[in-house]
């Protein structure tokens, strides 16, 4: 864990990025932190659902390459966090969870903040065992009839964060934001985690 004495106290950060693997347990943590801090958590997966379901002109825009089976294109995705950012309970700070995943979007994310006059305070990374969420997610998949949470699926999906995420941690790294915390504790010890890496300890 990053103990830098020039880590942010939980006050003043607030402008955040939370990131790990498939089953870290990100979107649960995302939820706790952003209540105790009273800023918004927000999600690619809820900006895409809500614009697809309010018919917006990027939402009928992605839901036309989805219908053909094809991938949204950055630029389709980076407009649409721009508008959640911009957004008045943003306004005071924010969670993003599942953006940016890729250089490109990191390089569009810190366009995003340069308009809006403001910077990242911190990268919270959970740090999981590759196995033992293999395991978790499995589990998951037989509990909840998910198809897509068999195990082959599952580890091409850890190699594809993998590839994509390790190129921007390192990129949030040497700019001192990342904040590791062991994602496999007890889910109310990974709060506490994350909530004293937020406060520098």
Known sequence: MNTSTSAASPVQARRLLIVGPPGAGKGTQAV???????????STGDIFRANVSGETEL????????????????????DMVRSRLGEA??????????????????????????????????????????????GRLVERGKQ????DDTE?????RLEVYSEQTAPLIDVYEKRDLV??????AAIDDVTTSLREALAGR
């Open 59 to 78: 939402g009928v825009l992605a839901k036309s390459y989805m219908d053909k089976g094809e991938y949204v294109p950055d630029s389709v995705t980076n």
């Open 144 to 147: 909840q009839g998910r198809s």
């Open 179 to 184: 904040r590791r915390v062991d994602g496999m």
């Open 89 to 134: 309970d943003a306004q005071d700070g924010f969670l993003l969870d599942g953006y940016p995943r890729t250089l490109d979007q990191v390089e569009a994310l810190d366009g995003m903040l340069t308009e809006l006059g403001t910077t990242l305070d911190a990268v919270l990374l959970l740090v999981v065992e590759t196995e033992e969420v293999v």
């Open 32 to 42: 706790r932190l952003a209540e105790e801090l009273s800023i918004p958590a927000i």
């Open 152 to 156: 082959e699926t599952i580890r091409h």
